[in-house]
Nanobody, 120 residues
């Protein structure tokens, strides 16, 4: 089992940047595929980015491509999401997730979420 804790959210102006972190407990972090999702008020939770267990493969949603970067440090049991050129439509609660594959991330473990608010 793994416990996930997100941090780094906040209020930022459009065009600004934030880096989210997801700290994981347990000794098996390096065996999990990890990812970020987000949920805006009244909307479904959507996939944003994913990263393989080794960090060798990354996946980004169309809305994240060119602006967001996902990375992980297995020695620190931590995953990151660097978000640049933020837009008001990026406003959402961001969740990290751990699972066995990118396709099954939603069936694994979740953090409690961190709020990101982008003002225009």
């Amino acid at each position: 089992q793994v416990q996930l804790v997100e941090s780094g959210g906040g209020l930022v102006q459009a065009g600004g940047s934030l880096r989210l972190s997801c700290a994981a407990s347990g000794r098996t972090f390096s065996s999990y595929t990890m990812g970020w999702f987000r949920q805006a008020p009244g909307k479904d939770r959507d996939f944003v980015a994913g990263i393989s267990a080794s960090g060798g493969a990354t996946y980004l949603s169309n809305s994240a491509k060119g602006r967001f970067t996902i990375s992980r440090d297995n020695a620190k049991n931590t995953m990151y999401l660097q978000m640049n050129s933020l837009k008001p439509e990026d406003t959402a609660v961001y969740y990290c997730a751990a699972g066995t594959t990118i396709a099954t991330l939603g069936q694994g473990y979740w953090g409690q979420g961190t709020q990101v608010t982008v003002s225009s």
